[in-house]
């Protein structure tokens, strides 16, 4: 009996140690699969989304850059537990966010140059166009340089009449703000264009920037250049009535006299020396050849602007084909109205700043800043080879 007890006991602490062993072996297995289950789908994920043919996904319509933005989130679910998302909500998520970072650079340049062809009767850009590999943005063709508060953007929306024409909606302000951002980041600020079209830029701080015609060399030495000037003691008070629309409440006297000598005007006053045409257009000529320069009057586009886009149209080799029929003047606001399509019942007017009325100011005043830039004026005359007769 005694032999038979302790064989007994044996047999139970050997089959307690078995079992206590199995349940480990099992545990360590379990461990082992499931890390070996985990990684293995990672590797599968991270191959076929890195490593498949450029092609969308059949399964889940992923273009590669989907596959960009989705490869990122997976390696964020690879080190955040927290995150639940299902492999189907996740794709919706992923693609919806990599469209919209595809959309937002080309959204507005091509609402403006598709704008720009419903104008002349055309419904947007032909399909065979957005396919085509001609169909890119390009740098542009053509600046307006300036100058402000002279007729740039009406000069601008002249321009879009055109079918050969097509233009980014903002000012850009490339060469005189955002300069280090470099020619690529210009040139997706465009609108996509055919070979035919011309890419226009407006942005009329360029002419008083000094550093900007050289720039502009830098990036084409062959591209033509528009200026718009108008009588600066107009264009002074025009400025200056801008400013008192943003809320400013110093008056012109103020703006643009001296300080130290209150009958004297202030040469270095901002909106004094912007009129200084002569000094600012001597750079202009120390970077480009006059023929490539086009001097437009303001006053004219207000008053001939049929003629004024004639000579525009001609200095672009563009055919004439805004003429008088796409004009029709507004006598209350004493401004120009266009025409999108010659046959079209209603013309469209420029927003409500064109044509603002210009408050009173002291014939003193005027009279100072007309004897201040008369020199300038026939120094500008001179250079440009035209007398615009600014009093």
């Given at each position: ?136 943005k390009r740098l542009p063709q053509a600046i307006i340089i300036g100058v402000k508060k ?30 280090e951002e470099g020619l690529n980041w210009y040139r997706k600020q465009m609108p996509r ?97 006059r023929s490539q320069i086009l001097v437009v009057s303001g006053e004219d586009l207000v ?89």
């Amino acid at each position: 009996m005694g032999t038979t007890f302790r064989l007994s006991s044996k047999h139970r602490i050997y089959n307690i140690a078995c079992r206590m062993d199995l349940k480990n072996m099992i545990w360590r297995f379990r461990r082992k699969a499931l890390f070996a289950g985990v990684s293995c789908f990672i590797f599968l994920i991270f191959y076929v989304e890195t490593y498949t043919d450029s092609k969308p996904s059949h399964k889940h319509g992923l273009s590669p850059s989907e596959r960009l933005v989705y490869n990122r989130r997976i390696s964020d679910l690879r080190f955040n537990s927290s995150i639940e998302l299902g492999w189907d909500e996740l794709l919706d998520r992923q693609r919806s966010k990599s469209r919209l970072v595809q959309g937002a650079e080309t959204v507005s340049s091509s609402l403006d140059s598709e704008d720009s062809n419903e104008r002349h009767g055309k419904k947007g850009l032909k399909r065979g166009h957005k396919r085509s590999p001609d169909f890119v943005k390009r740098l542009p063709q053509a600046i307006i340089i300036g100058v402000k508060k002279s007729g740039t953007r009406a000069l601008l929306e002249y321009l879009r009449l055109h079918p050969k024409i097509v233009a980014p909606g903002p000012e850009v302000h490339f060469f005189d703000k955002s300069y280090e951002e470099g020619l690529n980041w210009y040139r997706k600020q465009m609108p996509r264009s055919t070979p035919e079209q011309v890419t226009v830029e407006k942005s009329p701080s360029y002419f008083i920037t000094e550093e900007v015609p050289q720039r502009i060399h830098d990036m084409s030495s062959t591209v033509k250049l528009l200026l718009v000037v108008r009588d600066p003691v107009q264009r002074a008070i025009s400025d200056h009535t801008q400013s008192l629309s943003k809320g400013k409440t110093r008056t012109l006297e103020q703006r643009i006299m001296k300080e130290t000598d209150p009958g004297a005007v202030d040469p270095e006053s901002y909106i004094v020396k912007i009129g200084l045409y002569a000094k600012h257009f001597r750079r202009w000529l120390d970077s480009f050849p006059r023929s490539q320069i086009l001097v437009v009057s303001g006053e004219d586009l207000v008053t001939k602007p049929a003629d004024v886009m004639a000579d525009v149209q001609e200095f672009l080799n563009l055919e004439k084909i805004v003429n008088e029929d796409y004009f029709f003047f507004n006598e209350t606001k004493g401004f120009p109205c266009l025409k999108r399509d010659p046959h079209e019942a209603v013309p469209k007017c420029l927003d409500g700043s064109k044509g603002r009325h210009h408050p009173d100011v002291n014939p003193e005043i005027l009279e100072k800043l007309r004897r201040f830039y008369k020199p300038y004026n026939e120094q500008f005359y001179k250079l440009v080879n035209v007398n615009f007769h600014w009093r």
